[in-house]
């Protein structure tokens, strides 16, 4: 196994390791950002990002993550290929494992890894994904004006995506596995109360119709047997997030569904001059933007960081 040694680590892109690297070079910093399994993240499998300032006409989720990229490569990151498998922040120089053939050392590490969508395991739904199948109703949504979609959960996520598109869309089926939500009694009433909301209880989806956009979906009742279909043109999944931070436990603190738990205000973890960023910290947003601005604030913490401990070292001699 080889090694080296690096100022500044970024473990993940998107729009969080992306922007967190064109704030750290510009400041000096050297960064090292390896892309991991998805260079770009989530939005790499977006098809029309609407909602990204700058954007006037909209901008294909690909492209956005590529002029990211390569505005952080403008200002000198080394943007690496490889996937980090293991870290040891044990000690006040961080070190993690690329590929299980290299260490790197670093002074300072930005966690950007992101947070992959819970989906349904349906052949239709990853085939259909980006053709009218969504994990983001915020994201989406506004593409499905005035048409009928859909959208699976039953969770607090769920209920707020399912008002959120009753505001845009003609009808709203919500989509629950079982004869209760587990959503909020608030957020159940606002549903509820909303009329172009209809709610399949004790149902599942059996299969995403269409077969270059969807068209529909294939709904069976769990109770009675009976199959229906119902004729829709986005179909939304809100069954929730999984942060991608396994590898972070032993040694950062996380909640209990393992999103990184990070100082009020600032993107500080629990282990000194290591920092989080991104959907790998937040799970209320989830937005590309906010990424940004949250790997924004790990480079400035990060920077900061670094200078407090230039200055011990000064004192200390």
């Known amino acids: 196994m080889t090694t080296e040694h ?33 260079p770009g993240g989530q939005l790499t499998i977006t098809n029309e990002v609407d909602n990204f300032p700058g954007y006037p006409e909209g901008v294909h989720g690909q492209q956005l993550m590529v002029d990211l990229e390569q505005q952080a490569r403008r200002f000198g990151t080394d943007i690496r290929y490889g996937v980090v498998t293991a870290v040891d922040f044990s000690g006040s120089i961080h070190k993690a494992t690329v590929d299980e053939q290299q260490e790197i050392s670093a002074n300072v590490v930005i966690i950007s890894t992101g947070a992959s969508a819970k989906w349904l395991g ?60 587990r959503a909020s009694k608030f957020m159940q009433n606002r549903v509820k109360s909303l009329p172009n909301i209809e709610i399949l209880w004790n149902s599942e989806t059996e299969e995403v119709l269409g077969e270059d956009e969807v068209t529909g ?43 990184i738990i990070t100082e009020k205000g600032s993107s500080r973890t629990n282990v000194p001059g290591v920092f989080a960023c991104g959907d790998a910290q937040d799970n209320i947003y989830r937005q590309a933007i906010t990424a940004a601005g949250t790997g924004c604030m790990a480079a400035l913490d990060a920077e900061r960081y670094l200078a407090m401990k230039e200055v011990e070292m000064h004192a200390e001699a």
């Open 6 to 38: 690096v100022n500044c680590l970024i473990i993940g892109s998107g729009p969080a390791g992306y922007t967190a690297a064109i704030y750290a070079s510009r400041a000096g910093m050297k960064p090292v950002l390896y892309q991991g399994m998805q």
């Open 217 to 259: 979906a294939l709904i069976k009742n769990t109770v009675t047997g009976e199959k229906r279909v119902i004729d829709v043109s986005g179909f939304f999944v809100a069954i929730g997030h999984e942060p991608n931070t396994a590898i972070f436990k032993p040694y950062v603190e996380m909640d209990e569904t393992g999103y």
């Open 122 to 181: 349906l052949p239709s739904e990853m085939r259909l994904n980006g053709l009218g199948v969504s994990a983001c109703a915020v994201c989406d949504g506004f593409f499905f004006r005035g048409k009928d979609v859909a959208i699976v959960g039953a969770g607090d996520t769920a209920a707020e995506e399912a008002s959120y598109l009753a505001n845009l869309c003609r009808k709203v089926y919500m989509i629950v596995r079982r004869g209760e939500m």
